[in-house]
């Protein structure tokens, strides 16, 4: 029975169960690792939400920008309705500046236009549009770990 | 009755007496060396002395072969930790404390500024004579000749040295160290240039992954601190010591230092060190075998050169004495007269402009402004593969021990430094006169601009031109 196993596998049960140990010991010690990459990701953050309300959307009045430096964004509001643009930079996190065609980083200087896409310098990502909500008391909300396409802009309900 | 007490007394009077010498005794078994003998054993009786040979070469002790550059990157690391722990006593690492305390330390605590200086300024020394070290290790071919893996240990000894650097330079949250934070959190998080090139962040985003592993969040915070704190004193100084033991283990069991084949004494020898009082004796001139030497394959101590060889007390401890009073007297000195520089407050609002990467890093900080990608991540590990990969590239067994492996190594070496720097200022110069792909072609795909820039450019033709010499 032994030997006849033995002859179909071509293992021995010493080899066999010397290979399993040391399958199970790397499988252990990979669970373990991942546990602790684990253990270090936080499972509440005592960060700033990512969330927060600005403001009624009267204080947003057509045709003006308003930026939220300790927000990190940019509030336009057009014809069209409202849309946030990221004012962090993608290449290594500083913050951009608004000039006549768009934003400028002044760490590396990379340029952005006015729908913040990439037209100069190192960044290597467009300025990110941020998702726009309305909370149940009327004033809006913009989430920056919310990203959405670029040109969507926010309606307001007439 | 009473007579028997007195002798007890008397006896236990003699005893107090003479427990300095019993305890310097105990402490020191081998008493004062006074013969070769004793000067044998006070190299390996004594705990500290013992990692070095009772004996040492004279190519060893030729202050112009290893100019004490690594003893000293060694001595200024013990500054660097005694200081650092007489900071820890104040330094408290939150960001709502951090800033003060450090603040405090410099214009509060009695000496605080003082050890502050001494601490900051023996770091960042280490980086400058670990990389000479390196030099002297390269130019004298002395990762050859079964040092080929020291070479690589030394490698990890020079990027924890720049590890511990940058962490610490975080740490006083101030306006420098949050944005050196910022900054090399995107760096961390840099490889999404390329997964984002490839579509595939959605499934695998390694470079988000690792950023957050850093940060402990998502942005520069509190969590921060204490993760970098953590490397700083704990992390990165463990595997230092660790990979320093092996580092100096395997000096021991190479035998010491390179020395060049066929050394002979020279006249000026005689005026630096002092020969045993005798040849042969417990010390044969000529070349015994131990059991391993007998043994089959390479074995350690290959090249042991018996007969150009001194008693390591005094000759080699003089030395190190000397390095190390040197060593201690550049740093205070240096930090007597030069502060620490302090900045406002970390501010996420306004980013330091020009965000100023520590001195070490500016050439890096020149290729981020490329592409965070290219500049951060992947030259830094070419650049480290590379230098790790030297002893296995180059074969040839010969010259090692000797400078520039004598007159034509020299012109090899400054001509490699002409052509590097010729073509790296071109480089230069026509980035800063002309702009870069982007400036020409606004539309160009980001990998284009991570794969090919002056860094890379520049790497590359190191990489053709180089097997050439
Ligand atoms: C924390 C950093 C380091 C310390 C404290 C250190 C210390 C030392 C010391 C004390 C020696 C004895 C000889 C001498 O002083 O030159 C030595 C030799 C050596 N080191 Fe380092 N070292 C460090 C980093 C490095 C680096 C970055 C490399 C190369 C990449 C390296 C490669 C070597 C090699 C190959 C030897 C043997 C040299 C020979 O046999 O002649 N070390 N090191
Ligand atoms: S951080 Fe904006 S260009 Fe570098």
Known sequence: MNSAANEKTGISRRDFLGLASLGTAILSGLAVIAGIFRMSKPNVRYEESTRFKIGKPENFPVGTVKKLDDRGVFIFSTDDGLHAISSVCTHLGCIVALTETGFQCPCHGSKYNGNGKVIGGPAPRNLAWLEISRHVDGSLVVDTAKEIPAGTKFKLAV | ?469
């Not at chain 2, 050169?305 to 201690?328: Q, R, Y």
């Open chain 2, 1 to 469: 009755m009473s007579e028997m007490n007195h002798k007890g007394i008397d006896a236990f009077k003699e005893n107090l007496k003479s427990i300095g010498a019993s305890l310097a005794g105990s402490l020191f078994r081998s008493g004062r060396p006074a013969s070769d003998r004793s000067r044998a054993a006070a190299m390996f009786n004594n705990f500290f002395l013992h990692v070095q040979g009772v004996k040492t070469h004279i190519n060893t002790l030729r202050p112009a072969y290893t100019f004490g550059l690594g003893i000293a990157s060694l001595f200024l690391l013990l500054i660097t930790i005694l200081s650092g722990v007489l900071l820890m006593i104040y330094y408290n690492p939150s960001i709502e404390n951090a800033y003060n305390t450090v603040k405090d330390i410099t214009y509060v605590v009695f000496g605080g500024k003082l050890i502050r200086n001494i601490h900051k300024w023996a770091g960042e020394g280490m980086i400058i004579f670990v990389m000479l070290h390196m030099a002297r290790v390269f130019y004298t071919g002395s990762y050859k000749r079964g040092r080929e893996f020291n070479w690589v240990i030394g490698i990890m000894l020079l990027v924890l040295t720049f590890g511990i650097n940058l962490s610490g330079y975080m740490l006083p949250w101030d306006q420098l160290s949050y944005w050196a934070l910022v900054i090399v959190a995107n760096i961390i998080q840099s490889p999404k240039e390329i997964t984002d090139s490839l579509g595939i962040t959605q499934y695998f985003d390694i470079g988000g992954f690792s950023k957050e592993f850093f940060l402990g969040g998502l942005a520069a915070g509190k969590e921060s601190l204490t993760r970098v704190y953590l490397l700083h004193i704990m992390l990165f100084p463990i595997f230092l010591f660790l990979f320093l033991g092996m580092h100096f283990w395997r000096i021991r069991k190479d035998g010491g230092l390179t020395k060049p084949e066929g050394f002979e004494p020279a006249g000026g020898d005689t005026n630096l060190v002092t020969f045993p009082e005798k040849r042969g004796g417990i010390f044969p001139t000529n070349k015994t075998y131990g059991l391993m030497e007998l043994a089959h394959g390479r074995t350690p101590a290959v090249d042991r050169d018996v007969e150009n060889t001194v008693l390591s007390w005094p000759n080699l401890l003089v030395a190190e004495v000397a390095v190390f009073f040197l060593c201690l007297a550049g740093v205070v000195a240096y930090a007597f007269h030069i502060n620490a520089p302090l900045k406002e407050l970390a501010n996420p609002l306004i980013p330091e402009n020009p965000a100023k990467a520590p001195w070490y890093f500016l050439g890096l900080q020149e290729l981020l402004s490329y592409s965070a990608f290219m500049g951060g991540v992947g030259l830094p590990g070419l650049a480290l593969l590379g230098l790790a990969l030297i002893p296995y590239l180059d074969r040839e067994q010969h010259h090692a021990g000797v400078w520039f492996t004598g007159g034509q190594g020299k012109s090899v070496a400054l001509q490699a430094l002409a052509a590097g720097t010729v073509v790296l200022l071109g480089l230069l110069a026509f980035v800063i006169g002309f702009g870069w792909f982007r400036n020409w072609w606004p539309n160009i795909p980001q990998l284009l601009i991570v794969l090919v820039n002056p860094g890379t450019i520049w790497v590359g033709f190191i990489c053709v031109v180089g097997p050439y010499h």
